[in-house]
């Protein structure tokens, strides 16, 4: 900082995407400062997913050997729930093998403090505790944030970039997008359990140190969403996740969801004897590939959740790639010492060629169908396990009665065109 | 100009405190620390002295490495260097050793104070005894309990208001001297987005046993006479009385209970 409080680039929030770029900008030669709202970084977070290699490992060659990780992902889960039974299935991948491995899982309290450390290492000037919450303009231009009254809680620089969550309150002073409308979020509840790790390995069948994402369907009372079981090291990241307008629409509390979800007969035996050590809650934002705005203006670009830059399930490497693209752009930028909307345009240029853009694209064809077919999140997992459980279950009725049966529920409640249709419009979904 | 010495405690956050009821212990495991409230209204009238009269705001605390944490907020107020006394030899010190190793180290880095800044007391003990004993140690005189101070750095004097019982006292006194401030002194700042930024240059001079010298027995718990023989939460209040019916039934019946109990005639 110079006396007059300036720096080459300003980045709001210490998250994956502010410090990705903060750190791309400083490796860069710029000066960068990285303001952060919470104590610290990553005390405002309520992620408990699965961190992807790719794109850390290009920002931080064998990030795994230091960072603070929970457990190496090998088992991708996936269930199809009713009200009480539930399909579950497993691939069970890189399970015999060695580092690198595809994912971690990792609690974001710890591993965005060492990120943002490894970022101060590069030279940038981290503050904790600075709540940003307004940007200066200057002629049409961006020029600096404020973060109370006074010269003294003003910092400029030629850039800002807005990293600061998905109610980014910068990107809507900036006029590049509005607040969240409850079709374009979901909200997440999470509990984090406590259990010993020999547990956690032997109720998911995993070796030392291996983990298990599971995603469930079919927990939401047919509105678009669903359910999680994370694994950490000495934890499980259990939650519920709804779109906001489907929440309201289905007039329960959250807590409530999220207790239905631990009490499922598919659920409950992970978690059973665990001490719930904290309970949390989170907007996502869902707004697929039609949701993001611009990313740029003069003198400011967005990364990450504030530009609605996220997939669910993933997120966090999202978040990641946008930040290094936009510090990649800001690079480019200083080097023609030109920060106009014109210059930073590179960044949407660069993200549309993108894995980001160009996957929220592609699960965008389903976006719609997920947010209006009630048939997807309700009807579907209830029919599957229902005649899953018509069929399995023996009791002297012949097996061909009962696929008999089974066609015709399908033919009453759904229909083969009717279900092609659907698969079709949801063709997005698939992982 | 005047030079002072703020003296500081990061202390558990007594509002997320439990007692184990089985061992009657503090449970200090996963309660987040703070800077002691007292402490913050220290720093704000050093921090207003300093913008007043000039001069230099140094920062000292005793605590493992942890509170570094404290000290660098107090920066960020404006203080303008900390020193962290952090070694084993240091812990389960009371009052007296804590007085003794904070004059230590006034004498040894800051001796040309003017002035001395307590908080009141600690929330986690609130015995309030550290800040007199260090101006006893260091032979300057002290007034405690401070809720209003005016400097007159060309007298060398301070003018305080005290707070006692039922009245305000108000004491002028030769510099330098150590005061115990308490709250009402002043409403403590929010730190600035560019103080916060300079403090990350600012130094938090981290000092050890070794470093400071002395007398190893006037330490920790080698130096601290005191002993605790019990620690319990207080007893739950009983449940009061209540009564019910009309004004003058009510009041007649709670005249005959206060003289029962004889706490009227």
Redesign the interface.
Known sequence: MDAEGKFDAIVVGAGPAGTTAALTMARGGMKVALLERGEYPGAKNVFGGVLYRWPLEEIIPKFWETAPLERQIVDHRFMVMSKDSGLLLSFKVDGRGKAPYNGYTAIRAKFDKWYASKAEEAGVTLATSAVVDDIIMKDGKVVGVRAGPGIENELYADLVIAADGVNSGLAVRAGLREPPSPDQVALGVKEVVELPAEAIEARFNLRKGEGTRMETMGCTHGKMGGGFVYTNANSLSVGVVILLSHLMELKMKPYELLDEFKAHPSIEPFIEGGKAKEYSAHLIPEAGYKGVPRLYRDGMMIAGDAAYLCSYPEGTNLAMASGMLAGKAALHAKKNNDFSAKTLSVYHEMMNESYVIKEMKRKDSSHTAMLNNPRIFGLYPDLINEILADVLHVNGETKTAKHKRAKSKFRDKVGLLRALRDAYSTRGMAP | MVNSVVCVKQVPDVAELRIDPMTHNVIREGVPSILNPDDRIGIEEAVRIKEKHGGRITVLSMGPPQAKAALF?CL?MGADNAILLSDRAFAAADTLATAYTLARAIKKYRNDFDLIICGRRAIDAETGQTGIQIAEQLDIPHVAYVKNVELFPEQRKVVVKREVEDHIETIEAPLPILLGVMEGLNKPR?????????S?NKEIKVVNVVELGGDLNLYGLKGSPTWVAKVYPPPPKAGGIIKSGGTRETVTELVKILVEKKLIN
């Open positions: 907020e960020t929010l730190a600035t987005l560019r103080e916060i930024i300079r990350k």
